[in-house]
């Protein structure tokens, strides 16, 4: 158990305001100042793993998965945000820390529910890259492209292209808004309390549903700094991914009661 406040049950959901988002951009920030060597060190990992993926994709000649997997590559986010998650927490407590203790942590997570929230994850990403394939196929198929620069000639300078861009940004719309809903609260709230999956899932959801115009801003937010700071080589994330994944902690804590007991 990761927090001495963790117990099983409900928790009530606050009310979320435009001052709670900035509140909570506020603190992330501080703690991304207060520890930037290891924040910066998950960002950096996660920029690591996307360049290393697409060029898995470049090597296995798979080209038109190049695009798809950059632009969805953001889902799994939450997911490589624990230990920011984790750091938070216990700057929050006033407790000292170190990496063995972050890394402890986020190790224990495999005997709790965090496990099946990465099954979420992965499997909307997966659910992403298929329907992006699905819908090359059907309005794509005889556009002629063998390399990467072909692919995007077509996408960005064809009707077809254009269509292909207006039906995967609608799809990839949809998905990005129920693995919000999903996860935007329930990965800090597993790694704060003692829960299972589908409660922590149910409470994301009661945040996004109560509060739909601040949390839709937050996730506006989330998509443009996300996407802006992929731009230059997905470099641009080793600062994002960490400052946006304390701030997500700090929310969690504001929309969400702590259990009593």
């Not at 406040?5 to 501080?30: C, H, M, Q, R, Y």
């Not at 930037?36 to 998965?65: D, E, N, Q």
């Not at 298929?130 to 390399?147: E, K, T």
């Not at 940004?169 to 990005?176: D, K, Q």
Request: charged share 10%; glycine share 8%; proline share 5%.
């Amino acid at each position: 158990m990761t927090s001495s406040t963790a117990k099983t049950g409900t928790p009530e959901v606050n009310p979320v305001t435009a001052a709670d988002i900035s509140a909570s951009l506020k603190a992330g920030f501080s703690d991304f100042l207060a520890r930037p060597v290891m924040s910066g060190a998950f960002g950096l990992f996660y920029v690591v793993f996307g360049i290393f993926f697409l060029w898995c994709l470049v090597w296995l000649g798979k080209v038109w998965m190049i695009l798809p997997a950059a632009v969805g590559f953001p889902l799994v986010a939450p997911f490589a945000a624990a230990g920011l998650y984790e750091m938070s927490r216990r700057l929050q407590a006033g407790e000292r820390f170190g990496w063995s203790e972050i890394l402890t942590v986020m190790a224990d997570q495999r005997k709790r529910e965090m496990g099946w929230m990465a099954f979420v994850t992965l499997f909307v990403f997966w659910v992403w890259m298929y329907q992006i394939r699905l819908w090359l196929a059907l309005i794509l198929r005889d556009a002629p492209f063998s390399d990467l620069d072909g692919f995007l000639n077509t996408v960005f300078f064809t009707p077809q292209g254009w269509l292909f861009l207006a039906v995967g940004t609608c799809a990839g719309a949809i998905l990005s808004a129920a693995l919000f809903s999903l996860t935007v609260i329930a990965m800090p709230m597993l790694m704060d309390r003692d829960t299972d999956f589908v409660t922590a899932m149910l409470t994301s959801i009661r945040v996004v549903v109560e509060n739909p115009v601040v949390m839709l801003g937050w996730a506006a937010i989330i998509s443009g700094v996300m996407l802006v700071s992929m731009a230059p080589a997905f470099l641009g994330l080793i600062l994002a991914l960490p400052i946006l994944g304390h701030t997500t902690w700090h929310l969690y804590r504001r929309a969400v009661q702590p259990l009593e007991g």
